[in-house]
């Protein structure tokens, strides 16, 4: 049960607070579309987490540490990209 109820609190939180930095970061006002795009990320690293977070990593990071640091690093190179190509 608390796995569901964190992935449904992550899923009402991280797309739209990603997708809001991006609409500020790229000044494009389309919000929705960040927003979504976010949250298809957010269902493609939940359904990869258990394959990436083994071994070495495992035992030197903690769970929610890890997510952040995958959210942050695809954060910094899509913005990268976002601000390159437009």
């Known amino acids: 049960m608390k796995k569901i109820v964190l992935f449904i609190i992550g899923l009402m939180c991280i797309p739209p607070i990603l997708g809001y930095l ?6 494009n006002p389309e919000c929705e579309v960040y927003t979504g795009f976010w949250g298809v990320l957010y269902l493609f690293i939940y359904i990869l987490f258990p394959l990436l977070y083994k071994g070495k990593i495992k035992q030197a990071m903690n769970r929610y540490a890890f997510y952040a640091l995958l959210y942050g690093i695809l954060f910094l190179i899509i913005n990268i990209l976002l601000i390159c190509f437009n």
């Open 22 to 27: 991006t609409t500020y970061v790229s000044n």
